[in-house]
């Protein structure tokens, strides 16, 4: 089972939802980054369980104890280790799950490829719960791109068919700071108690939803990244769907495919200060693989939370017999609202890896 996502920075994941302990290795980082533990316990709180009732009841504290790398608050160019122990796990919930398939999980396809040795409890390896080492990372990573002036925002952009405004032409200082205070980012007023009684009503439902999450990078130089096979989409691509529950990304305007190609082309201009814009920004700040300067932009897809209490359909691979399942444990009726964090760990981490190239 491959851990490691290696460009110019690696990162190696490891542990399970319901081991003793889940963490990562951020190899090849940079050295005499100040590691400002009070930033890391921010971004770790946004993703962490047990925040309200929209949320799964599990309660982790996902204090991250550093175990190298790290010298008198600075990062010393040595591999860094970020342990996360576990304490709330409820692993009887989950005995029956080696023999009734869960719709939607990795259970079936998992039991095949590793032959039935694949840890069930809570997900195992597959499990959201990894993504708090990566939240770990990413708010590393964060520190070394603000040191360059590079900045990653994201908000909330839909839950099931509750839509908040996409971001504007101009995401200016203030709106990074007002979402980046936010526990949950929205743009518009009042719409996120709109979501709320969405999820509300889906987890008295013994339901789940869904919805998509916008993310910008910014202050990105011009020129990163390459065509085809090394292009900053397929860079970025291929960490967003490592996130559990991602199944679409979109670049720029999502409906661009719908324009014309005078619509959808981002025209040129000089500014005040002869520096190089573009009117619009519907190829999210990214062409020929390669960035231009504008703002990279994308909107992810996130499915609704495969683990829900109704009865479902399902097979039993000891009896090999067709079967219902009605799971029990603690889960999240939306994941969408723990996953803004993650999404701009990823991006931060993709961020410096185009830095690196």
């Not at 400002?36 to 770790?44: K, S, T, Y």
Request: hydrophobic share 40%; proline share 4%.
């Amino acid at each position: 089972m491959p851990a490691t996502w290696k460009s110019n920075l690696e990162v190696t994941i490891f542990g399970e939802s319901h081991g003793k302990a889940i963490g990562v290795v951020l190899g090849n980082f940079p050295a005499g980054i100040k590691v400002d533990e009070e930033f890391i316990a921010v971004q770790m709180k946004k993703r962490a369980p047990g925040l309200n009732i929209m949320s799964t009841s599990r309660k982790e504290a996902d204090k991250v104890e550093i175990v190298s790398g790290v010298f008198e608050g600075m990062t010393t160019g040595a591999p860094i280790c970020g342990m996360i122990y576990n304490s709330d796990q409820h692993s009887k919930d989950y005995s029956i799950l080696k023999e009734k398939m869960r719709p939607a999980h990795s259970d079936y396809p998992a039991a095949i490829r590793y032959n039935g040795f694949n840890d069930v409890r809570g997900g195992g390896h597959f499990s959201g719960r990894i993504t708090a080492p990566i939240v770990f990372a990413g708010a590393l990573c964060k520190l070394a791109l603000k040191q360059k002036g590079i900045e990653i925002v994201s908000h909330i952009a839909q839950i099931k068919d509750v839509h908040d405004d996409l971001f504007p032409m101009d995401i200016t200082p203030e709106m990074v700071e007002r979402l980046s205070n936010m526990q949950y980012p929205v743009i518009k007023e009042g719409v996120f108690e709109q979501m709320s009684e969405t999820i509300d009503e889906a987890r008295w439902g013994q339901n789940s939803v869904g919805g998509k999450i916008e993310c910008a990078i910014l202050n990105v130089p011009v020129g990163l990244g390459d065509p085809f096979f090394d292009s900053v989409e397929s860079k970025l691509s291929s960490l967003m769907f490592s996130i559990p529950a991602v199944k679409s990304i979109a670049f720029g305007n999502a409906n661009i495919s719908e324009l014309t190609g005078k619509e959808a082309n981002d025209e040129y201009y000089y500014d005040e200060f002869k520096n190089v814009k573009t009117t619009t920004n519907n190829n999210g700040g990214i062409l020929g693989g390669i960035t231009t300067g504008m703002p990279v932009v994308f909107t992810l897809g996130l499915k609704p939370t495969s683990s829900i209490s109704l009865k479902q359909n399902t097979i039993d691979i000891k009896s090999r017999e067709n079967t219902t399942l009605e799971i029990v444990g603690r889960h999240d009726p939306c994941v969408v609202l723990r996953a803004a964090v993650v999404v701009e760990a990823m991006s931060a981490i993709a961020a410096l890896d185009l830095l690196n190239d």
